[in-house]
């Protein structure tokens, strides 16, 4: 089970944002990935095989852990990047997702 | 050029057999280490993992839904189907399939919209 915190982050542009996400045993950080979600679109996968970003992600994006403890990590808030966040973990079977953090604007 | 699509009825009475397709391109499901796993997200909620099938044919399901679940494959097509039986409105969603592969990028499909309702 992958469970996220906060539910909701209220940000303003340009602020950090930082996004947990704790499994409830350790697992392997290679299969660890985050994704973006907007609404009515396909989750958009930002970081792989535990912190390398996917193609076209800004370096602002940044995702560490290991154990039981993963983070990602927005250095400086964009208007764009207010949005559902989510955790997962694709070792599997199964391919576990956390809940979701939903960043909004303050 | 790696693609997945899934395609499946727009809209499924209650009670009826839902069934969702996922097409691929671009690599094969038989290479070694290759998996295919189903995805839904109900409106305004969170992504919930449903089943595996593995370049082995072996096949893994959400506990929840095990025993109305089934996905299968089509060598020959390059599709793996999914099929939910007694079809609830609860069951209302988007339906993806993506790839797992290693430790390369994941990829998703776009996503097949079905809603159960009489």
């Known amino acids: 089970v992958l469970t996220q915190s906060p539910g909701t982050l209220s940000l303003s542009p340009g602020e950090r944002a930082t996004l947990s996400c704790r499994a409830s045993q350790t697992i392997d950080s290679v299969y660890f990935a985050w994704y973006q979600q907007k609404p009515g679109h396909t989750p958009r996968l930002l970081t792989y095989?535990?912190?390398t970003r996917a193609t076209g992600v800004p370096d602002r994006f940044s995702a560490s852990g290991s154990g039981t403890d993963f983070a990602l990590t927005i250095s400086r808030l964009e208007p764009e990047d207010f949005a559902v966040y989510y955790c997962q973990h694709y070792a599997g079977p199964p391919e576990t997702f956390g809940q979701g953090t939903r960043v909004e604007m303050k | 050029q790696v693609s997945l699509r899934e395609s499946g009825p727009a809209l499924v009475k209650p009670t009826q057999t839902l069934t969702v397709t996922c097409s691929f391109s671009g690599f094969s499901l038989s290479t070694s280490g290759m998996a295919l796993i189903w995805i839904r997200q109900p409106p305004g909620k969170a992504l919930e993992w449903l089943a595996r099938i593995d370049w082995r044919d072996n096949k893994y399901y959400s506990k929840s839904l095990q025993t109305r679940l089934t996905v299968s494959k089509d060598t020959s097509s390059d599709q793996i189907l999914l099929t939910l039986t007694d079809a609830d409105p609860v069951d209302t969603g988007t339906y993806y399939c993506?790839?797992?592969?290693?430790?390369?990028?994941?990829?998703w499909g776009q996503g097949t919209l079905v809603t159960v309702a009489s």
């Open positions: 095989a535990a912190s």
């Open positions: 993506a790839r797992i592969y290693g430790r390369a990028p994941i990829l």
